[in-house]
Antibody, heavy 119, light 112 residues
Framework: EVQLVESGGGLVQPGGSLRLSCAAS????????MNWVRQAPGKGLEWLSY????????YYADSVRGRFTISRDNAKNSLYLQIDSLRAEDTAVYFC????????????WGHGTLVTVSS | DFVMTQSPESLAVSLGERATINCKSS????????????LAWYQQKAGQPPKLLIY???TRESGVPDRFSGSGSGTDFTLTITSVQAEDVAVYYC?????????FGQGTKLEI
């Protein structure tokens, strides 16, 4: 069974930083591209970032490019998202997402980790 | 940028009725060389992460009931739920994965 477990969320002050992690199991992690998607409270889904199976290339939504950095460690079956210069509008649940076997659709989702940006 | 626009924003149907949700892309998501539409549909129930329902616009994910179906091509797509059940109450999202910058529709809330 595919499992994606996010961690690292919490309360952080504006301007601060966080590193989110996603522990993957139940599939061959190095064989799948991965993404981060977020959802602000009561709002819709926002795609944030993509990373290929090898770690390059990476892509970012315009709204986070330059502040967010996606990375992965295939030896540790882990995905990461470094978030810098946090703003109030970054408050959201952050989901780790595995792409499908036959295409780049979001086949499997973690339960998410909540990031709250507030002073 | 690919902008995905869903309609309606919310939809109320009776049990057993048909529900139709539309998704329009600002650009075509059809790759002509493969004749595949890079469009997926997701269901998100309250307090849960999204769940993949449909990919390649019309391929049902394993385990998804056959009352869910996807259709359309190019820029216009439809998710149809025939004979809506109580457990189908959720928000439904479309997503394009044609571009390297993926994007979601704003969601359609289905109520009974």
């Amino acid at each position: 069974e595919v499992q994606l477990v996010e961690s690292g969320g919490g309360l952080v002050q504006p301007g601060g930083s966080l590193r989110l992690s996603c522990a993957a199991s139940g599939f061959t992690f190095s064989s799948h591209s991965m993404n981060w998607v977020r959802q602000a409270p009561g709002k819709g889904l926002e795609w944030l970032s993509y990373i290929s199976r090898s770690g390059t290339p990476t892509y970012y939504a315009d709204s986070v490019r330059g502040r967010f950095t996606i990375s992965r460690d295939n030896a540790k079956n882990s995905l990461y998202l470094q978030i810098d210069s946090l703003r109030a509008e970054d408050t959201a649940v952050y989901f780790c997402v595995r792409e499908g076997d036959s295409g780049s659709y979001s086949a499997s989702w973690g339960h998410g980790t909540l990031v709250t940006v507030s002073s | 940028d690919f902008v995905m626009t869903q309609s309606p924003e919310s939809l109320a149907v009776s049990l057993g009725e048909r529900a139709t949700i539309n998704c329009k892309s600002s650009q075509s998501v059809l790759l002509s060389s493969t004749n595949k539409n890079f469009l997926a549909w997701y269901q998100q129930k309250a307090g849960q992460p999204p769940k993949l329902l449909i990919y390649w616009a019309s391929t049902r994910e394993s385990g998804v009931p056959d009352r869910f179906s996807g259709s359309g091509s190019g820029t216009d797509f439809t998710l149809t739920i025939t004979s809506v059940q109580a457990e189908d109450v959720a928000v439904y999202y479309c997503q394009q994965y044609y571009s390297t910058l993926y994007s979601f529709g704003q969601g359609t809330k289905l109520e009974i």
